[in-house]
């Protein structure tokens, strides 16, 4: 048996085409989505980050704002920024590009952020809606998970779901949205004793440690759903995740591939998010 992939590049120009729609409708009312996007230092990976949002952005018709700065901008000088950000009504969603330089506190950077402009889902008080069953907005990465689910009309309700990984991003903010729709759920860590115990009973398995080939074969239920999150380099410099995909795919029923899976749902539901603010606004 060989998995069903999920395609999370192909299910992402769908949402896109339907953001790009969405986006449409509220230019002509006058009333174009905005994002603005902040950089703060010369991080090679969320300068990559960075561009792939502006991009898709402008890609699909919302007007989007790129801010770089000086690894030594001071804190205060950042949250200025913000505070001009939240007050413009051109723009609908702010996302602050993480890790912030070490002198910089990023959750004084997060708090800082209007909660009804906070489309990353970071700020506490969304935390705390999304905690309560009531998301203003889902963090953008759990949030692609639950549509990857949809794509395949895989029935959570009732369902064993088993994540690796308890992050703030990514852990937390998805067992939240799997139990709401009606999933039980387990969480373990990278430290978890017996791994492997918990993950083979699961029937849909989210790893999000960023730990390369943590999860392998033998830890996978067969005909499971494997949802890899993971973004790591193998030997060769080639993206991998946190599951052993070769060997994985013969035993699960569905599974993402890195690169193509969980990535470009991210930045897909970002702009979802961000298109939600501008309606609201």
């Known amino acids: ?30 009333k174009q989505p905005g994002l603005a996007v902040i950089l703060v230092g010369t991080d090679p990976a969320s300068q990559v980050y960075v561009r792939n949002k502006v991009k898709a952005c402008e890609d699909n018709g919302l007007y989007s704002v790129m801010e770089k700065y000086d690894a030594d901008m001071s804190e ?18 702010i996302l602050v590009q993480l890790p912030l330089p070490a002198h910089i506190n990023a959750h004084r950077v997060i708090e800082a952020i209007a909660p009804e402009k906070d489309v990353d889902g970071f700020h506490i008080s969304n935390a705390g809606l999304l905690m309560t069953g009531q998301p203003l907005f889902r963090p953008c990465t759990p949030y692609g998970v639950m549509k990857m689910l949809e794509s395949i009309d895989y029935p959570v309700r009732g369902a064993h ?21 009606g999933a039980t759920v387990t969480i373990c860590n990278s430290k978890t004793r017996d791994l492997g115990h918990h993950t083979r009973q699961a029937d849909i398995l989210v790893v999000a440690t960023g730990k390369r080939n943590l999860v392998t074969a033998d830890m996978i239920k067969p005909g499971a759903v ?41 930045i897909t539901m970002l702009l979802v998010n961000t298109i939600e603010a501008a309606e609201r606004a």
């Open 76 to 93: 205060q000088e950042l949250l200025a920024r913000i505070d001009a950000l939240n007050k413009d009504p051109k723009i609908h969603g």
């Open 161 to 181: 779901a088993v994540i690796v990984g308890a992050s703030n991003i990514v852990g937390k903010p998805q067992a939240m949205l799997l139990l709401q729709a």
């Open 1 to 30: 048996m060989s998995a069903q992939l999920i395609n999370g590049t192909e299910l992402s120009r769908q949402l896109r085409a339907e953001v790009a729609q969405r986006a449409a409708k509220l230019t002509a009312l006058g």
């Open 226 to 266: 494997v949802i890899d999150v993971g973004m790591n380099r193998d030997d060769n410099g080639k993206l991998c995740g946190d599951v052993d995909f070769a060997h994985a795919r013969e035993v699960a029923g569905y599974i993402t591939p890195v690169p193509g899976g969980v990535g470009p749902m991210t």
